[in-house]
């Protein structure tokens, strides 16, 4: 199995690793969503990571899933793929970190591998 299906699986996770940071050392789990009102600072930004990785998760896995069903390289696909993932991550990793304009320059890679895996099979791209 490519890579790229592997890598909806790591996609899929990442807001949940995330969300581990945000919510570390919190005791209250009988309401974990209004918990996230009372996060501050670094953990109130990675509660915001997590919610973004949730929102860009489901155009990423239908892009993949697409891509490769329209015939486009799987080791093309897997390469834009481990590069979507390097995106997202930086990308968690600058907001916790509080680096505004280097987090939107992350999500714009990732945003941009995200449509070149879209493409692939229309555009006939293969790197590799």
């Known amino acids: 199995m490519p890579f790229a299906y592997w890598s909806i699986l790591i996609a899929a996770v990442l807001p949940l690793i995330i969300i581990g940071y945000a919510k570390a050392g919190s005791r209250d789990n009988s309401a974990p969503r209004d918990s996230a009102e009372n996060l501050s600072g670094a953990k109130r ?23 490769l069903n329209f015939g486009a390289s799987a ?7 481990a590069l979507y993932l390097a995106f997202r991550i930086a990308h968690a990793l600058l907001y916790i970190a509080d680096k505004s304009s280097l987090r939107s320059t992350a999500y714009a890679g990732g945003l941009f591998a995200n449509i070149a895996i879209f493409l692939s ?8």
């Open 45 to 67: 930004r990675a509660y915001a990571a997590h919610q973004n990785a949730f929102e860009s998760f489901p155009f990423y896995a239908v892009s993949v899933i697409a891509a």
């Open 75 to 81: 080791t093309t696909v897997s390469v834009l793929a």
């Open 121 to 128: 099979p229309a555009l006939k791209i293969n790197f590799f």
